[in-house]
T-cell receptor, first 111, second 114 residues
Framework: GNSVTQMEGPVTLSEEAFLTINCTYT??????LFWYVQYPGEGLQLLLK?????DKGSNKGFEATYRKETTSFHLEKGSVQVSDSAVYFC??????????FGTGTSLTVIP | NAGVTQTPKFQVLKTGQSMTLQCAQD?????MSWYRQDPGMGLRLIHY???????DQGEVPNGYNVSRSTTEDFPLRLLSAAPSQTSVYFC?????????????FGPGTRLTVT
């Protein structure tokens, strides 16, 4: 079946620290992979995506590379800001019309 | 474009009451879906639709009904509310049904069932 596993939080970092949020997946076929971000009281917003192996998605300083050999799609940012505080969701879309989400990782960045 | 809109933002129901959560999108998207978000469980798919007149069940459909009479609207009906349905509900839409398309989310409805 299809599933996503992401690192549990919460994660607390100081401003300008390096961020990694791990995400691994299980899927039938060749999925597309996504990172979504949810700010307090809001819906989810697409942060970045990759649709095939070795693709790198990037946006707002965040990056993630689709690694088929390790079934991973880890989210990274070189220098986090207070405004990056949010909940981050890894997700996949494979066969059929369904998305599968991880449980979310809460990030707090302190000045 | 307003994107995906949901009403109401907050709702409190008593056990056994029924209600409809509204969802609309103005992007002419084919695909629409409903999720519930519970602490520690991420988002779980309730129902989805690949076009007007076509709906299907997701992972957790029990206790919920949907219909899709127009491209724009996709209401979610709770037939007889239960405390286990206390959750935050998100509607989403997507321009296509292929798996490379991202989903666009509404702001959510926070439902409490007492």
């Amino acid at each position: 079946g299809n599933s996503v596993t992401q690192m549990e939080g919460p994660v607390t970092l100081s401003e300008e620290a390096f961020l990694t949020i791990n995400c691994t997946y299980t899927a039938t076929g060749y999925p597309s992979l996504f990172w979504y971000v949810q700010y307090p009281g809001e819906g989810l917003q697409l942060l970045l995506k990759a649709t095939k192996a070795d693709d790198k998605g990037s946006n707002k300083g965040f990056e993630a590379t689709y690694r088929k050999e390790t079934t991973s799609f880890h989210l990274e940012k070189g220098s986090v800001q207070v405004s990056d505080s949010a909940v981050y969701f890894c997700a996949l879309s494979a066969t059929g019309n369904q998305f599968y989400f991880g449980t979310g990782t809460s990030l707090t960045v302190i000045p | 474009n307003a994107g995906v809109t949901q009403t109401p933002k907050f709702q409190v129901l008593k056990t056994g009451q029924s209600m409809t959560l509204q969802c609309a999108q103005d992007m002419n998207h084919e695909y629409m879906s409903w999720y519930r978000q519970d602490p520690g469980m991420g988002l779980r798919l309730i129902h989805y639709s690949v076009g007007a007149g076509i709906t299907d069940q997701g992972e957790v459909p029990n206790g919920y009904n949907v219909s899709r009479s127009t491209t724009e609207d996709f209401p979610l009906r709770l037939l007889s509310a239960a405390p286990s349905q206390t959750s935050v509900y998100f509607c989403a839409s997507s321009p296509g049904t292929g798996w490379s398309y991202e989903q666009y989310f509404g702001p959510g409805t926070r439902l409490t069932v007492t």
